[in-house]
T-cell receptor, first 112, second 115 residues
Framework: DAGVTQSPTHLIKTRGQQVTLRCSPK?????VSWYQQALGQGPQFIFQ???????QRGNFPDRFSGHQFPNYSSELNVNALLLGDSALYLC???????????FGQGTRLTVV | AQTVTQSQPEMSVQEAETVTLSCTYD???????LFWYKQPPSRQMILVIR??????QNATENRFSVNFQKAAKSFSLKISDSQLGDAAMYFC????????????FGKGTKLSVKP
């Protein structure tokens, strides 16, 4: 079992650009959640996808959007990047029925 | 809104000794889950221990145990017989309702273990 895998591992983008991050959930999991972890902070919940729809959303602007595919993998898109978007982006997968969330190793995004 | 507070930015413990990390939270819900996650330099969040609020018995996982005080909204983690591999960031987290993917985290405590 490969667990939760995220790609890429690191990414450098220029302010104003757009970025797409990818996540493959743990085998058997149907729910994917995304988090933003700024340096020295705890992760903050961005949104959660289930059955290809956004089910819950945290306090993030519309520049942050996502998608879930029929195979349960997910993408996080961020438009019009700001310097403040520089962070570690974590993906977590789980089962809809209230089970443990498993995390990937994250994508380190640097906006310059 | 639910919040999670970790008041100890950094802690240090001698190898083989015991250390307690503190966490308080605020919620109006009566049924919820609390977690401690470990984040080593590899960045991957690893679940250390989980506590269901409706259970009065404190959760235990080998060297890790919690002191859950529901009325005081306190959830501390005790690490016994500390090992060098325990050095990491520790995050307290709260969850209410639905899949446990939508967690609210504290700011973390950096634990150092001295040989």
């Amino acid at each position: 079992d490969a667990g939760v895998t995220q790609s890429p591992t690191h990414l450098i983008k220029t302010r104003g650009q757009q970025v797409t991050l990818r996540c493959s959930p743990k085998s058997g999991h149907d729910t994917v959640s995304w988090y933003q972890q700024a340096l020295g902070q705890g992760p903050q919940f961005i949104f959660q996808y289930y059955e290809e729809e956004e089910r819950q959303r945290g306090n993030f602007p519309d520049r942050f959007s996502g998608h879930q595919f029929p195979n349960y993998s997910s993408e996080l898109n961020v438009n019009a990047l700001l310097l403040g978007d520089s962070a570690l982006y974590l993906c977590a997968s789980s089962l809809a029925a209230n089970t443990e969330a498993f995390f990937g190793q994250g994508t380190r995004l640097t906006v310059v | 809104a639910q919040t999670v507070t970790q008041s100890q930015p950094e802690m240090s413990v001698q190898e083989a000794e015991t250390v307690t990390l503190s966490c308080t939270y605020d919620t109006s819900e009566s049924d919820y889950y609390l977690f401690w996650y470990k984040q080593p330099p590899s960045r991957q969040m690893i679940l250390v221990i989980r506590q269901e609020a409706y259970k009065q018995q404190n959760a235990t996982e080998n060297r890790f145990s919690v002191n859950f005080q529901k009325a005081a909204k306190s959830f501390s983690l005790k690490i016994s017989d500390s090992q060098l591999g325990d050095a990491a960031m520790y995050f307290c987290a709260y969850h209410y309702g639905g899949s446990q993917g939508n967690l609210i985290f504290g700011k973390g405590t950096k634990l150092s273990v001295k040989p």
